[in-house]
């Protein structure tokens, strides 16, 4: 059984930075396509970025050219970088492997980011 566990959220003023982790366990992390998600409240869970197992990137819409995707293989860890954090921002965030949801791991706590105007 795969463990996610997220870290690195918290309160930012919008503008801000932050750099959130996510360390999976098991030994397929490498070959696995990641992505980080996000729920906001009221709303259903998304996908904001996505890194392939060459490292090749997608992103929503929403966050194109203010979050980067990347991650560390020696470390079974997956980064995401925010940068020019805007309120709708706001929202806990998770990673978890990209698929059909019956392919992917038990979700983590995930990691609550607050962005303040």
């Known amino acids: 059984q795969v463990q996610l566990v997220e870290s690195g959220g918290g309160l930012v003023q919008a503008g801000g930075s932050l750099r959130l982790s996510c360390v999976a366990s098991?030994?397929?992390?490498?070959?696995?396509?990641m992505g980080w998600y996000r729920q906001r409240p009221g709303t259903q869970r998304e996908m904001v970025a996505a890194?392939?197992?060459?490292?090749?990137?997608n992103y929503a819409d929403s966050v194109k050219g203010r979050f980067t995707i990347s991650r560390d293989n020696a470390k079974n860890t997956v980064y995401l970088q925010m940068s020019s954090l805007k309120p709708e921002d706001t929202a806990v965030y998770y990673c978890?492997?990209?698929?059909?949801?019956?392919?992917?791991?038990?979700w983590g706590q995930g990691t609550q980011v607050t962005v303040s105007s």
């Open positions: 890194i392939t197992s060459l490292s090749d990137t």
């Open positions: 098991g030994s397929t992390f490498s070959v696995n396509t």
């Open positions: 978890n492997r990209v698929g059909p949801s019956y392919l992917q791991h038990v």
